[in-house]
Structure formats: structure tokens, C-alpha cells
């Protein structure tokens, strides 16, 4: 009896595991193409489409600048957490995350559990060619903005490089993206 218990709970787990590889995470920096990509990406997959940042500023009725500014950004990274976390249980998803999403180990147990992680990368030239005239961004209201970037980029480049794939987005556009991160999932 201990042995077909045993067989079974490793089956069980073996099943559970392929059956929550269904989400599909979308990280990387401000600008690398997460929002515009996993739309497509999604459409393509026919997935359900969720933004991390976006549904966060629909439950809090703010914008992340906003938020930042009134409760500060370990607020935010709780309420991002947190989300990451009721969203992923949805299953069959492209989910765009925060650029900060990796900064947290319990963010990246979640995703682990529920799918698989693909890291939009990009040099910090031309994510900041991306986003330079976007004055939303919290984390970038300083003097320098460039400056901040690429000393933001540089502390997460390593946290980002631990995801289940890398896809190189400098010379691509959203659809070519979504068809080779399409590609190398086939592969996964």
C-alpha cells in the first residue's frame, strides 16, 4: 500500500506540476516590450492577457506613480505581490509583470509554480530611447533619469537572467518577439 501511495503522490505531483506550467511571465526593464508583447503574445497563444501594473492600479484606484508617492514603493511591491499571486492561480495566462517583480524570491516561487519565465532584454540605450519621454515612471524622477536607469538595469540584470528564457528584443518588433518567444516555448 505505502508503494502505490508513494507512485501516486509522485504522479500527482508530476501531473500538477505540467498542469500549472500554463502561465506565461513576461519580465524585464521599463521599456523592454513586456505590455506590448504579451498582448500580442497572448492573441497569438489564444491566453488570457493580464497586466501585473495595470491591475494593481485598478484595485488601489491610483496610478503606481501615485501610489509611490503617497504609501512609497515597498507599498507597492506588497500590492504587486500580492497580485502576482491571485492572478496566477487563473491559469492559461500571458502575464506582463512589473520590471521590479523580480526583486522579491516569493514572486519568483510563484511563477515557478504557476508557468515559465521569459526576460525581454534590451541594452540600457535602448530602453532608454523607449521610455525617455514617458514621465510616468516613479523610479525616474530624479536629475538624471538616464543615470537612474542604468543603475536600476545593472542591479537587475542578474535577477533577470534567472528566467526559463532570454529573448533579445533590441532588433525586433512586438510580433517578431511574440513569434520567437512562441518558438522556444515549442522547445521548452
Not at 503617497?70 to 505581490?81: H, I, S
Amino acid at each position: 500500500m505505502q508503494l502505490f501511495v508513494f507512485i501516486s503522490d509522485q504522479i500527482f505531483e508530476t501531473v500538477n506540476r505540467i498542469r500549472n506550467l500554463n502561465n506565461i511571465y513576461l519580465i524585464g526593464f521599463m521599456g523592454a516590450g513586456k505590455t506590448s508583447v504579451g498582448r500580442i503574445l497572448a492573441k497569438s497563444l489564444r491566453m488570457g492577457f493580464v497586466d501585473i501594473d495595470d491591475r494593481v492600479e485598478k484595485e488601489l484606484g491610483m496610478t503606481i506613480s501615485q501610489i509611490f508617492s503617497k504609501w512609497g514603493e515597498d507599498y507597492f511591491r506588497d500590492a504587486e505581490t500580492k497580485m502576482l499571486r491571485v492572478v496566477s492561480g487563473n491559469g492559461a495566462q500571458v502575464i506582463a509583470t512589473g520590471g521590479g517583480i523580480v526583486l522579491r524570491d516569493e514572486n519568483w516561487d510563484t511563477m515557478r509554480e504557476y508557468g515559465v519565465t521569459v526576460y525581454l532584454r534590451a541594452s540600457a540605450e535602448v530602453l532608454w530611447n523607449r521610455i525617455k519621454h514617458n514621465t510616468t515612471r516613479p523610479l525616474l524622477q530624479v536629475e538624471d533619469p538616464f543615470e537612474k536607469a542604468v543603475e536600476i538595469l545593472s542591479r537587475r540584470i542578474p535577477l533577470y537572467e534567472r528566467a526559463d528564457l532570454v529573448i533579445d528584443t533590441e532588433n525586433l518588433t512586438p510580433h517578431e518577439v511574440s513569434l520567437e518567444i512562441s518558438e522556444k516555448l515549442e522547445n521548452f
